[in-house]
């Protein structure tokens, strides 16, 4: 299964206001002053909530096979909680997607959580960082999707990138709810604990959800469910240094195998132990039960590589990493890859096959989607349209990408089945605003959200025609 192909709710929906949608945390974020370039927000985004017959028709013409999205808990429940009411309005507007979506031959993918929590959730009980309650409400709300959505639609993702919703959101502060409030407590580590806690609890909530699909959907229905985790390759500033190798492992660990050890052997990385102690949860043998094997499938998303080189003894910078220098430059002084939009992010194709193949090896071979992977190219938003279309870079990243995915698949025998480009258009990119467009479509923000395909667009349809066959 291949897409050109992919959204977000908060990221192109726009209409906060409409149909009875509640707000999210980051309608609320939004508002802060300093969090989001140029004072962004996502009221009016790509306005697809009135024009998804259009992104639909789109996505027809570019030939893509499944579209994944993400569905706006507070679109559906207002209020987010277990005893608030179901907004049917809301809900029939996915409903009608999915309807619209399956009539254009297109498989859609659905991920129920990709960081828009209801905004009342986190003022009522603080969110994500109370296990009891956030569990329960999240598993109302999965009922509530299921019960309408599962006989027809077949790919599920509980959540997407826990690690940014736990180290972005409540400890550097950069995405909602933009927590940094427990930073340089303890003179061991930064002393966060609330990442951990909000990580363990989203595992938790994930399992809990699986089970329910497993036991009550999955029979009557089919379908899969898996969570999708966020990775970049890790490369050791110098090769011939054991202490950069090992670096290399933290971060991985640190970033990957967080959410995707207790998933697939039942307990949290050693690294992580080692360096956090206590202020990682304890797992209880019923979580454990719930978590352990609850993927069917691994959901990644990938966007580059960096070099990575130890830095114990500075850990108030980079305990969420797992006490690791980020430089994208190696010791001879060579750059992992050109310059993009985005600071983070360095383009390597070879690193994505890299990945393909640890992800592979540590967790015995599993079906590996990739949910995610797409670049932003420097300058493009002061282009004038006509260049800004010729997106020659997005291609060029595209098209080593995707060959890099075809070799690990063919040769290195890595079970990898679908993939899906970030993204099918140019998007709120959350604190980075509309500065910086990942889109295969333009969309012209100053005249109605129009939009417009670039080379990028035409190039995917031939690039997936080439290298991956249905399904
Ligand atoms: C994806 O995350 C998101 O899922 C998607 O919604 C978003 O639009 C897309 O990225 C493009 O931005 O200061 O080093 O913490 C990708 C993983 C992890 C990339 C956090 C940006 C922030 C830079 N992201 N990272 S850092």
Same mark, same amino acid.
């Given at each position: ?19 009875? !949608? ?156 933009? !927590? ?98 206590? !202020? ?170 129009? !939009? ?20």
């Amino acid at each position: 299964m291949a897409s050109l192909s992919f959204t977000t709710s908060y990221q192109i929906e726009g209409a906060v206001d409409e149909d009875g !949608r509640g707000p999210s945390i980051w309608d609320a974020f939004c508002t802060k002053p300093g969090k989001i370039a140029s004072g962004h927000n996502g009221d009016v985004a790509c306005d697809s909530y009135h024009r998804a017959e259009e992104d639909i028709a789109l996505l027809k013409r570019y030939g893509a096979m499944a579209y994944r999205f993400s569905i706006s808990w507070s679109r559906v429940i207002p209020f987010g909680g277990r005893n608030d009411p179901v907004n049917e309005q809301g809900l029939q507007y996915y409903i009608k997607l999915v309807d619209n979506l399956l009539a254009a031959g297109i498989t859609p993918l659905i991920a129920l959580f990709h960081w828009d929590l209801p905004d009342e959730l986190d003022k009522r009980y603080g969110g994500l960082l109370n296990k009891q309650e956030f569990v329960a409400d999240y598993v109302n709300y999965a009922r509530v999707i299921f019960n309408a959505l599962s006989p027809k639609v077949k790919y599920w993702i509980t959540f997407n990138e826990p690690w940014c919703s736990s180290v972005l959101g409540y400890n550097t502060g950069m995405l909602a709810p933009g !927590r940094t409030s427990d930073r340089s407590k303890s003179p061991e580590g930064d002393g966060a604990t609330e990442p951990w806690i909000v990580g363990h609890n989203l595992l938790v909530a994930h399992g809990t959800v699986v089970k329910i699909f497993r036991e009550e959907y999955q029979p009557l229905y089919g379908g899969e469910i898996g969570i999708t985790l966020n990775g970049d390759w890790a490369e050791p500033w110098d090769p011939e240094s054991a202490a950069d190798v090992e670096a290399c492992d933290r971060r991985m660990e640190f970033a990957i195998s967080w959410f995707a050890d207790p998933i697939y052997f039942g307990h949290y990385p050693k690294t992580m132990i080692a360096q956090l102690g206590n !202020r990682l949860p304890q797992w209880t043998d019923k979580e454990v039960a719930l978590v352990k094997d609850s993927n069917d499938f691994f959901g990644m998303n990938h966007y580059c590589s960096t070099f990575v080189k130890t830095e114990i003894g500075k850990p108030e910078r980079t305990d969420t990493v797992g006490n690791v220098d980020i430089l994208l430059q190696n010791k001879a002084g060579e750059w992992i890859g050109p310059e993009t939009q985005s600071t983070w992010l360095r383009p390597s194709a070879i690193g994505f096959r890299k990945l393909l193949n640890w992800l592979s090896d540590r967790y015995g071979q599993p079906k590996i989607y990739v949910t995610e992977n797409g670049t932003s190219v420097k300058g493009e938003n002061d282009l004038p349209l006509e260049q800004a279309l010729k997106d020659d870079f997005r291609v060029q990243y595209f098209e080593d990408y995707i060959g890099a995915m075809a070799e690990a698949y063919t040769y290195d025998k890595v079970n990898v089945r679908a993939y899906m480009a970030w993204s099918m258009m140019d998007n709120f990119e959350w604190a980075e605003g509309y500065e910086t467009r990942f889109g295969v479509t333009f969309i012209d923000y100053q005249n109605n959200q129009k !939009r417009y395909p670039k080379a990028s667009a035409t190039a995917m349809s031939n690039i997936f025609a080439k290298y991956i066959k249905n399904p």
